[in-house]
């Protein structure tokens, strides 16, 4: 009757199968817990937006990047390729109705047509959190605060936070005289991780007198500690500035938490040519460098320029989740959890139907996550649909235990078996091993 | 410097701020947790596909309702517009790697270009749940069973499930003979909450005769209990079919689950040309029936036809959230929450910033969900942030709390004050105000 179409996916798009998808919800739950708990409230966006509202007026021409198209209405449409751009929108449209400052995260897919080779997705999901409306550098300190506890609920000790000041860095070369130059040679300093100091030194002379070129390296590679860094940069700066003065202030705060030791300032970091005015970061697994930052952001003068006259300053950092999470898959770090099943109630025989639904209600009322085979099959095959699942536990109610009131549990993890047990030792034991 | 880009959104677009935001998320937790409790696992799939994947091949010609576009690299591609179909061919892509039965949960975003009139929107979110790969009555039982315990947990106790078969429907027709008119007369009956019975009956007698017409309209009149309309049905297929045998015992294991006061047989429910075959069900609230159902599905033979020839039948079910929220707003049901943070810690003195910051560290250890606020102005200032956003309680550490060790804690709903109070006391009572 019909013909059989191919059930594949697009290119750089995935599937997500419980396995992962487990683990995923996991991951944000984790994250939506902390970020509340740090006064973050949630907030969601449209992922389709005007491709004018998503791009500025300006970008006639498409960007290959993204997915831009004519929708039923005629309209010119794309989805968001980013958080950043629709929050700034959603602040602009809703200023009035919201408490300033504000401090929202947001956590959903964004969609780039990215070339897919080394490990990239044309759907990933992003976590991004800001505090918009203040100058204030306790905003600074409590992003930073936010993302060092993230990455402490989600179990990665082996991070490191790499700070710098993009006022600084300006400051620096007004006094040396190159601030025209300032757009190549943050793009070039930027590709520092990638390219190494050589090859950015070979640029920078492409840009700079050979001295001056000594000077820019001089100036990004950080010292032993964080104080001698902030003694460079206060030297290369020929003064205390206000910027160097907010930055010492920050690390010294850091450590009032008790969390400087994650944070190394590192003036290579300048998130490129990104709209960034003042502090920037990156967060670097101490294990898996290579793979690049898994959080980064900074601090922006003026978020919403486009949308509107008035002029809102924040500080914000995005978690990019599929790569932290392949990170973690590389690392040993992720869940082993393939299911959020606890246990199978067998199903021996028809004629104990009705206590085994009844047994599946009392094991649900008491929360245990549970399901009853649906067929009275025998024993090895509910087995081994509960083991390709990956649920732990088997309860088994049949002749005996009908005769006895109890209930036989097999963990099929350790092939451990208790029969005939009530139903509380049941309950026990199932929870004992956390599920 | 740049042109100002009015802020818009698109028609049937919306931005979901805190104070919805952070309902949904409630509702969302609170029905994953009861998906998982019942053994269902959650999965994902693209936002994007190819058209041909999601239309099947003989959908030439552009469904209006459908964002259907050429991506960058020309292809033919869609955004999904239910779950129901990227489920199918999640099975068929992956059927080796999946547990059978299937147990699937997907809460995901789904866009239609329909008309936005009347409260419908073009992005919205489906909650599905469905079980696959089994024909067996337990699976309908359990789909029902997790229907009603869904809207046990979100608090909605006035809420009845009409359930209908598909089966006994054709059996019906078959034995009136006008089976070949069925597709016409599903279609008809299906709009009987919509325009009623007497405009179903013209249009009935437009496709068949007057006795026929009047036949279908007893066939589908539920009776005063569901014992009587199970009885009706039979009579009317001339006797005990399987299908009738099948929602009798259905609903005598709703019953023995306590359970089946909720569900009602309305046998003019007929999901119209789904994809149905067997069960089919809608769910009205009691006190606001017209804005239709909040959570429909039924059993289906063959979901996966269109990517695989092996046969892969499945009951599952479909909250819509956003008409499920609109319903729980206009009946006063939804929480009054605004955001998840409890406590605005006040600056009232740069002198006191550490004392502050580590107040701020210690709630938030302690699990309360809190945040400073990041100037030293006025208090009544800070106040009226907190209450814009919707905190509850402002903790104040200043000059006379720092001299005794002491935090003051306002309760800023109640207007209640509770001056220099030990750390703990300030914890318990926010804690007992349940935040």
Known sequence: MNQIVEPKILKGFRDSLPETE????????????????????????????????????GSGETDKQIYRFRDNGGRDVALRFDLTVPFAR??????????????????????????????????????D?????????????????????????????GVTFHISHRGIFNDFLK??????????????????????????????????????????????????TNERTLQKLTRFCGRETQNTARLSDLLRMLEAAEVGAKFKINPSITRG???????????FLNDLPGIGSVCSGGRYDNLTSIYTKERIPGVGSSIGLDRLMAALGELGL??????????????????????CLRLTQRLREAGIACELYP?????????????TKGVPFAVIYGEAEAAS???????????????????????????????
Request: a negative charge.
């Open 129 to 157: 959190f800001d505090i918009v409306g203040s100058d204030s550098p306790l905003n600074d300190l409590d992003i930073l605060l936010l993302m060092n506890e993230s990455f402490r609920v989600l179990g990665i000790d």
């Open 22 to 57: 487990t683990v995923k919800k996991q991951i944000i739950r984790k994250l939506e817990e902390t970020f509340t708990r740090f006064g973050f409230d949630p907030v969601d966006t449209p992922a389709l937006e005007y491709a004018s509202v998503l791009l500025g007026k």
């Open 175 to 224: 006094k040396e005289g190159i601030e025209t130059a300032s757009a190549d040679i943050l793009r070039t300093v930027d590709k520092i991780g990638k390219i190494g100091e050589e090859e950015v030194r070979r640029l920078l002379t492409e840009l700079l007198t050979a001295e001056k070129a000594e000077k820019v390296i001089d100036f990004i590679r950080p010292e032993e």
């Open 334 to 355: 992720l869940p082993g959890t393939k299911t959020g099943t606890a246990a199978l109630v067998c199903l021996q025989d028809e004629r104990f139907l009705d206590g």
């Open 405 to 435: 009131g109890t209930v036989t549990v097999k963990d099929l993890t350790k092939r451990e078996n208790r029969a005939e047990i009530s139903f509380e030792e049941a309950l026990a034991w199932i929870k004992r091993e956390g599920r």
């Open 375 to 387: 067929e009275a099959k025998k024993l090895p095959k509910q087995f081994s649909y509960a083991e």
């Open 273 to 283: 040519l990104d709209y960034y005015t003042g502090i920037v970061y990156e967060t």
């Open 90 to 127: 959603l602040i602009a449209a809703h200023r009035s109705e919201l408490p300033m400052p504000f401090r929202r995260y947001h956590i959903a897919k964004v969609w780039r047509g990215e070339n897919t080779q080394k490990g990239r997705y044309r759907e990933f999901t992003q976590c």
